[in-house]
Nanobody
Framework: QVQLVESGGGLVQAGGSLRLSCAAS????????MGWFRQASGKEREFVAT????????TYADSVKGRFTISRDNAKNTVYLQMNSLKPEDTAVYYC?????????????????WGQGTQVTVSS
């Protein structure tokens, strides 16, 4: 299992930047697919970005492509989300996700661990 703690959120003006960090504690951080999701007030949680085990492959939501960059440092058990050119619509609570696959009686199942979230507010 893994525990996740997000940090780095805050209030920033439109066009500014923030870097979110997700610190993981656990035994097998390097075996987890990592991702970021966000949830704006009154809206559903949405996908932002993912990164594979070694950081070689990343995916992004269309809304953040070219502005956000996800990375991971397995030696530090940390995943990052660099957010540039922030827009008011980026305002949300950002959640870190760790996902691993387990097999129970030959049936694979994804096991998700979520952080508590960090607030990002972008003013216009």
């Amino acid at each position: 299992q893994v525990q996740l703690v997000e940090s780095g959120g805050g209030l920033v003006q439109a066009g500014g930047s923030l870097r979110l960090s997700c610190a993981a504690s656990g035994r097998t951080f390097s075996t987890y697919i990592m991702g970021w999701f966000r949830q704006a007030s009154g809206k559903e949680r949405e996908f932002v970005a993912t990164i594979t085990l070694t950081g070689g492959n990343t995916t992004y939501a269309d809304s953040v492509k070219g502005r956000f960059t996800i990375s991971r440092d397995n030696a530090k058990n940390t995943v990052y989300l660099q957010m540039n050119s922030l827009k008011p619509e980026d305002t949300a609570v950002y959640y870190c996700l760790a996902r691993t696959r387990v097999v129970i009686t030959t049936t694979p199942k994804d096991l998700d661990y979520w952080g508590q979230g960090t607030q990002v507010t972008v003013s216009s």
